[in-house]
């Protein structure tokens, strides 16, 4: 696995669907979540490790700060699926990851997801913090 593009596939399920037994376009972005996860796992980080660290300092967490989504053609019900994500900026506090939903050959949907790095411990009040330097040395270079 590279951090250049990486892909997740995922089954639709009937609670996917809406009652004409398409996804609903809000389930779009949490295939994207899926992905991302995913992708972080791939490279070795695990988002609730992350999260608590070591209880000696803050963790860190993903917040999303901006999505736009595009959709082009329906999924539907039974459909396999494969998420991508690849990176497009990585900066200290934030990245911007392009994401699509293919099913085949064909592109079903696509957005950019900007994700911010927050502190979150008990008392960090989730405020913006540097990426792991871990995880920025496994991204790059893409």
């Not at 039974?78 to 392009?98: H, K, N, T, Y």
Request: proline content about 4%; glycine content about 8%.
């Amino acid at each position: 696995m590279t951090a250049a593009r990486f892909e997740h596939a995922l089954r639709v399920y009937w609670e996917d669907t809406d009652a004409g037994g398409v996804v609903f376009y809000a389930n779009y972005l949490k295939y994207f979540e899926r992905a991302r996860t995913e992708w972080l796992r791939g490279l070795g980080f695990s988002q609730e490790a992350m999260r608590l660290q070591d209880g000696l300092q803050d963790g860190v967490m993903f917040v999303v700060s901006s999505t736009s989504v595009r959709y082009l053609s329906p999924a539907r019900l039974d459909d396999l699926l494969q998420i991508s994500v690849e990176p497009r900026e990585l900066g200290r506090a934030s990245m911007l990851l392009f994401q699509q939903a293919w099913r085949g050959e064909r592109l079903l949907a696509e957005g950019e997801i900007r994700i911010g790095c927050v502190a979150s411990g008990a008392l960090a009040d989730f405020k913006p913090t540097r990426i792991p330097a871990a995880l920025i040395k496994a991204i790059k270079p893409f």
